[in-house]
């Protein structure tokens, strides 16, 4: 059974720093596409950040590139999502997602496996 589970959220002043956790399990293959989504309360969810595991191509929204970055360790089925600069609008509840096939990129309706997510609050 795959399992996603998040860590790493919390309250943050603006101009501040959150680095998340995602730590898949039970997925069987070596290769996958792990994304970064979030989701503000009344909006609907977006593509935040992309990593492909085989080739370690990443992707980023424009509206958090140069801010956050995606990074990976390998060895503790781990993906990390280093958040800088964080500002009020960054507020979300924020999910990471598996893609098998490798196609998804930031379109969340692609992705096959959800964690619960975590929570990051800035405040202004």
Not at 5 to 14: L, M
Not at 30 to 50: D, H, N, S
Not at 57 to 83: C, E, N, P, W
Not at 98 to 121: C, E, F, I, M, S
Request: charged share 15%; with cysteine; net charge positive.
């Amino acid at each position: 059974q795959v399992q996603l589970v998040e860590s790493g959220g919390g309250s943050v002043q603006a101009g501040g720093s959150l680095k998340l956790s995602c730590v898949v399990s039970g997925y069987t293959y070596a290769t996958y596409t792990l994304g970064w989504f979030r989701q503000a309360p009344g909006k609907e969810r977006e593509g935040v950040a992309v990593v492909y595991t085989g080739s370690g191509f990443t992707a980023y929204a424009d509206s958090v590139k140069g801010r956050f970055t995606i990074s990976r360790d390998r060895a503790k089925h781990t993906t990390y999502l280093q958040m800088n600069g964080l500002q009020p609008e960054d507020t979300a509840m924020y999910y990471c997602a598996v893609d098998p096939k490798g196609l998804g990129h930031l379109n969340a309706n692609k992705y096959d496996y959800w964690g619960k997510g975590t929570q990051v609050t800035v405040s202004s």
